[in-house]
């Protein structure tokens, strides 16, 4: 579950008594969340997790992952595939 607020900042018991007639105090939305995996990396920042690592790998997922290299830079890849049971 993801949950995202917004806030007026009455922090104060007569703040939110008056409040309350204005509609003042905060805002709450909750969405369901996704296991995502993907994003991009640059010469500059990026990290690359894998969603369940290292305890139980996520079975059915893709990961979409763009690589900008700028000039002078490179990326070296070195891949070891494990097998694992996935349930």
């Known amino acids: 579950m993801n949950v995202r607020f917004r806030s007026n900042n009455t922090l104060g018991r007569a703040s939110r008594m008056f409040c309350l007639e204005r509609k003042c ?3 709450i939305d909750v969405e369901p969340s996704k ?9 500059q920042s990026g990290r690359i997790t894998t969603p369940g690592y290292p305890k139980q790998l996520i079975a059915h997922i893709a ?7 700028g000039i002078g830079y490179r990326y070296i890849f070195d891949f070891s595939f494990i097998k694992q049971d996935v349930s």
């Open 25 to 27: 105090g905060f805002d």
């Open 35 to 43: 296991i995502e995996c993907g994003g991009e990396i640059s010469d």
């Open 63 to 69: 990961c979409d992952w763009k690589f900008y290299a």
